[in-house]
């Protein structure tokens, strides 16, 4: 079932599920925006400290 389906009802099981999932892929979402931007900041500032 999805939201914009006719019968979709808000009742709380549903609200809790979808709120967890939202929360769930925002914490996700955000992780990986963090990684990215600071792959990129440190790419583009040429770190030359090597770890091997």
């Not at 979808?18 to 963090?34: C, K, N, P």
Request: contains cysteine; charged residues 15%; negative net charge.
């Amino acid at each position: 079932m999805f939201p914009f389906n006719f019968e979709w009802v808000w009742d709380l099981g549903h609200m809790v599920f979808m709120g967890g999932l939202w929360y769930a892929l925002t914490i996700i979402g955000l992780g990986v925006t963090y990684c990215v931007v600071k792959a990129v900041k440190e790419t583009s500032e040429g770190a030359q400290d090597s770890h091997h």
